[in-house]
């Protein structure tokens, strides 16, 4: 059964540092999807994609986020200058068309130090 | 901006039981969503909705558009169906709005 993927598992940076998170949608879906879970608090969407731009995004996606799709695979989030609150689980998601459910890739735990 | 409440937060029961969780939203949505995550954090789509009711196994959901409200049912729970339901509304191409999730232990 298709999934979605994402890489790393799990990711260590130092504060200030850029980091690159990469996902893998699931082929023939059009949405994506970053969403973010700060230990012990509900999930909170930062984007979504669609036809190559932003279609929405959050209070929390500011300057130093942002979103590509550079290939027809993968779909990557980047935080320029990572801050200690950027501590969090990334889910990726996709879906084929807006009347579809989103599927969820395993996340990546970014952790700040 | 959408509110998400769900109850009750944590529901301990023993295997068997029929399980309700509950969830409400303030503005009008044009679907809404439950999720499972699990312990180690994966999450898992149980049922998107926009009327009425739906059913997967042991799984029921509905919802009433007029009242803002949707209900998740369990049937003959078993300790496997421990995990976090999460409920979300959104629709088209926007991200979804979570609730805080119910906690759900179902003990042996």
């Known amino acids: 059964e298709p999934e979605v993927t994402q890489t790393p598992s799990h990711q260590v940076t130092q504060m200030g540092q850029e980091v690159i998170l990469r996902c893998v949608p699931i082929?023939?879906?059009?949405?994506f999807y970053w969403y973010r879970q700060i230990l012990g608090q509900k999930v909170e969407f930062l984007v979504s994609?669609?036809?190559?731009?932003?279609?929405?995004k959050s209070e929390i996606f500011d300057d130093q986020f942002s979103v590509e799709r550079p290939d027809g695979s993968n779909f990557t989030l980047k935080i320029r200058s990572t801050k200690l609150e950027d501590s969090a689980m990334y889910f990726c998601?996709?879906?084929?068309?807006?009347?579809?459910?989103?599927?969820f890739g395993p996340g990546t735990r970014l952790t700040v130090l | 901006k959408n509110e998400v409440e769900q109850s009750p937060q944590n529901l301990t029961a023993q295997e068997g039981e029929f399980i309700t969780i509950n969830c409400s939203y303030s503005?009008?949505?044009?679907?809404l969503h439950w999720l499972q995550q699990h312990p180690g954090g994966g999450i898992v789509s149980l049922f998107m909705?926009?009327?009425g009711k739906k059913k997967h196994g042991r799984l029921i959901a509905t919802i009433n558009i007029q009242e803002k409200h949707s209900s998740l049912h369990i049937t003959a729970s078993h300790p496997r169906d421990s995990a976090v339901y999460i409920c979300?509304?959104?629709?088209?191409?926007?991200?979804?709005?979570f609730g805080k999730g119910t906690h759900l232990i179902i003990q042996p």
């Open positions: 909705l926009s009327s």
């Open positions: 979300a509304v959104g629709g088209g191409a926007d991200g979804l709005t």
């Open positions: 998601a996709s879906r084929f068309d807006r009347n579809n459910e989103q599927f």
């Open positions: 994609f669609y036809n190559n731009e932003i279609s929405e």
């Open positions: 503005v009008g949505i044009s679907a």
């Open positions: 082929s023939n879906h059009l949405y």
